[in-house]
C-alpha cells in the first residue's frame, strides 16, 4: 500500500476540524484533512448558526459590557439538573476562548447578526450566522485551501495505526482502495457526533432511541468507536437534543438555503435586518425558518392531535409521542388542527415553530411558505382524503384528543413530521490539550479530538454552544497536533 507522510492528519471536514486543519498548518505543519462524505460540511452545515459568545463587536456595538467568566458562571443555569456532571475546566476553555474564535470567524469572512437575548444568559449573547450555515464551511474551507491544507473527500478513516503506543497514522477507505497516511505529530479526530449510529444509541440510550433517525444521516460516531478500540472513553453518551418531533425539510432547497454565502450578501443582510422595517423582512425569515423545525409542544397542549398515516393516534400526545413515532408506518405522522386552534396559532403567544431569537412561525407561515407540509379542508373526511388516510378512523381519533375532542373545521395537517436527534452529546474523554485518554486516563499519544466526537463531558445546553465549541476546541487540537505535544 502506498504512504504518504503527513505531519497532522485531521480526520472530519465540519466546523471543528476545518478550524483544527487551517491552525495545524498556520503553524507549519504539513496537514491533511480527510472527509468521508464527498462534500465538507457535516452537522456544521445542517446548523440553524447560532455562535454564543461574550466580547464580540456585535455586543461593544450597542454597549454590552460582558465577560468570559460571566458567561462560564451562567451556562450551568441552561444544563438545571444535569450541572454536575460537567467538565468545568473544559467549560473555562470554551468560555475564556471564544471571544477571540469569534473574532476569527469574522477574519475568515464569517458574518453575524445578533446578539440575542436568551436566559438565564445575563446578557444577549447569541450570534446567528448569514446568510445561512452553509458559511462556516465556504469561508473557512476557502481559508483552509489558502493556507495550504490539503482536503480530500470522499476519504473515510477506517483505522488509526498505533506504533509503540504512539499513533503512526490513519488507515482511510477510498473508491480506489484503502489508502495509508502517516502523521508524523498527531491525529485530530473531529468526525462529529453519533445522532446515526443505531448501536451507539442502543448502548448508551436505550432500544427505542436506537429507532430513532438522526437530521444528519452520516454522523455515525466513527471517531468515538475508533478510539474506544484504542482504550478511549465516551461520556455523556446517554444524552442529546431528541428525540424530538421535528417538520420533514422541504424537498426542494428554501430560498434562505439556496442563497450563496457571500460576504457582501451577509453584510447587506445584516445591514437589512438593523434597518427594514420588520413588514419587509418578514417574507424573507420566514423562509429561513420553515425548514426542518420543531412544532412547538404547546399545539398539544391547547389540544391539536398527532396521528400517524393511517390517521390513527398512538398514545398520549402530552407523554413523550417522538419515541413512539418512529414504531408507525413510514416513521410519520400529522399534526391536525380545527378552527378554533388555527385562529389561536396565528398570532403572538401561540406560535407553530421558532428558530432561536429570530422570529416566530405561525399558521399562515406555513401556508404560505411550505405548502408541502400544510393541507386544509373544511371536513375531516376531506382532509382524511388529501393525505389518504381512513375517514373514520380520523373521526375517531379527533373526538379523543389529549386535551379535548377535535372542534368545528376548517381542519388543518401539518406535516409529515418525524422524530430525530438532532445532537448527541456523547464525546471522547479528552485533557486540556484536547489528547485523548486511554484505559488507564494517560494520554494516547499522538491522538487529539475535537467538537463534537472529542467534547469530554462537556454540557452544551442552551443556543450556541455547541459550534462554539467545535470551532474552539478545533483549533486549540490543530494548535496543539502541530506542536507535536
Ligand atoms: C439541525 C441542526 C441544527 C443545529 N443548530 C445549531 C446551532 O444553531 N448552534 C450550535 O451551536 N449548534 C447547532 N447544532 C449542533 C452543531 O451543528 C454541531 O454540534 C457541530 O456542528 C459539530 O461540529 P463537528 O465539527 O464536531 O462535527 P460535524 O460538523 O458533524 O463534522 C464532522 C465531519 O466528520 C466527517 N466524518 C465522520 N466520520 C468520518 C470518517 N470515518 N472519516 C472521515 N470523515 C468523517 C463527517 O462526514 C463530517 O463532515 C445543530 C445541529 C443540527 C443537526
Known amino acids: ?103 476569527w470567524l ?14 438565564p444568559h445575563r446578557l444577549p449573547r447569541m450570534h446567528n450566522v448569514l446568510p445561512n450555515s452553509r458559511s462556516f464551511i465556504y469561508h473557512l474551507s476557502r481559508r483552509a485551501r489558502r493556507v495550504g491544507v490539503d482536503i480530500r473527500t470522499g476519504h473515510q478513516l477506517t483505522q488509526i495505526i498505533m506504533q509503540e503506543g504512539r499513533v503512526l497514522g490513519v488507515e482511510a477507505k477510498h473508491a480506489s482502495g484503502l489508502q495509508r497516511f502517516n502523521a508524523r505529530r498527531g491525529v485530530v479526530l473531529a468526525a462529529g457526533d453519533f445522532t446515526s449510529s443505531e448501536e451507539f444509541k442502543a448502548r448508551f440510550m436505550g432500544a427505542q432511541e436506537a429507532k430513532v433517525e438522526a437530521v444528519n444521516m452520516t454522523a455515525t460516531g466513527d471517531g468515538q468507536r475508533i478510539a474506544e478500540s484504542l482504550g478511549a472513553r465516551v461520556l455523556n453518551g446517554d444524552l442529546a437534543l431528541g428525540p424530538e418531533i421535528r417538520f420533514m425539510a422541504p424537498t426542494t432547497e428554501t430560498l434562505m438555503r439556496r442563497l450563496p454565502p457571500w460576504r457582501w450578501l451577509a453584510v447587506f443582510m445584516a445591514w437589512a435586518i438593523d434597518h427594514l422595517p420588520g413588514v419587509i423582512l418578514r417574507p424573507f425569515m420566514m423562509k429561513f425558518l420553515t425548514t426542518a423545525l420543531a412544532p412547538s ?40 388542527l380545527d378552527k378554533d386552534l388555527c385562529e389561536k396559532f ?47 378512523t380520523l373521526q375517531k381519533s379527533a373526538l379523543s384528543g389529549p386535551v379535548r375532542p377535535l372542534g368545528k373545521g376548517p381542519f388543518v395537517a401539518l406535516g409529515p413530521v418525524r422524530s430525530v436527534f438532532v445532537h448527541s452529546e456523547g464525546g471522547l474523554l479528552v485533557d486540556h490539550h484536547h489528547h485523548v485518554l486511554g484505559a488507564e486516563g494517560q494520554p494516547i499519544e499522538g491522538l487529539f479530538a475535537a467538537g463534537s466526537t472529542g467534547q469530554g463531558g462537556l454540557l452544551l445546553k442552551g443556543h450556541g454552544h455547541h459550534l462554539a465549541w467545535a470551532f474552539v476546541s478545533g483549533r486549540r487540537a490543530g494548535k496543539f497536533a502541530a506542536k507535536g505535544l
Open 346 to 392: 396565528a398570532k403572538w403567544p401561540h406560535f407553530i415553530s421558532t428558530a432561536p431569537g429570530i422570529a416566530y412561525a405561525y399558521i399562515e407561515d406555513y401556508k404560505v411558505n411550505r405548502r408541502d407540509a400544510y393541507r386544509e379542508d373544511e371536513s375531516l373526511d376531506g382532509l382524511a382524503n388529501q393525505l389518504g388516510m381512513d375517514a373514520n
Open 1 to 103: 500500500m502506498n504512504v504518504l507522510e503527513f505531519d497532522v492528519v485531521v480526520v472530519g471536514g465540519g466546523g471543528s476540524g476545518l478550524a483544527a486543519a487551517i491552525e495545524a498548518q498556520t503553524q507549519g505543519a504539513r496537514v491533511l484533512l480527510l472527509e468521508k462524505n464527498d462534500q465538507l460540511g457535516g452537522s456544521t452545515a445542517w446548523s440553524i448558526g447560532s455562535v454564543t459568545s461574550t466580547g464580540t463587536p456585535h455586543q461593544r456595538r450597542i454597549g454590552i459590557v460582558d465577560n468570559p467568566l460571566d458567561h462560564w458562571a451562567d451556562m450551568p443555569g441552561f444544563a438545571g439538573n444535569l450541572a454536575d456532571r460537567d467538565n468545568a475546566e473544559l467549560r473555562r476553555i470554551l468560555c475564556e476562548e471564544i471571544p477571540e474564535t469569534f473574532q
Open 106 to 119: 469574522l477574519d475568515s469572512g464569517v458574518r453575524f447578526m445578533g446578539p440575542m437575548p436568551e436566559p
Open 297 to 336: 409542544t404547546s399545539l398539544f397542549d391547547m389540544g391539536a392531535i398527532l396521528v400517524n398515516q393511517m390517521g390513527e393516534r398512538f398514545g398520549s400526545e402530552l407523554d413523550k409521542p417522538a419515541l413512539r413515532l418512529p414504531d408507525q408506518p413510514n416513521k410519520l405522522a400529522y399534526i391536525i
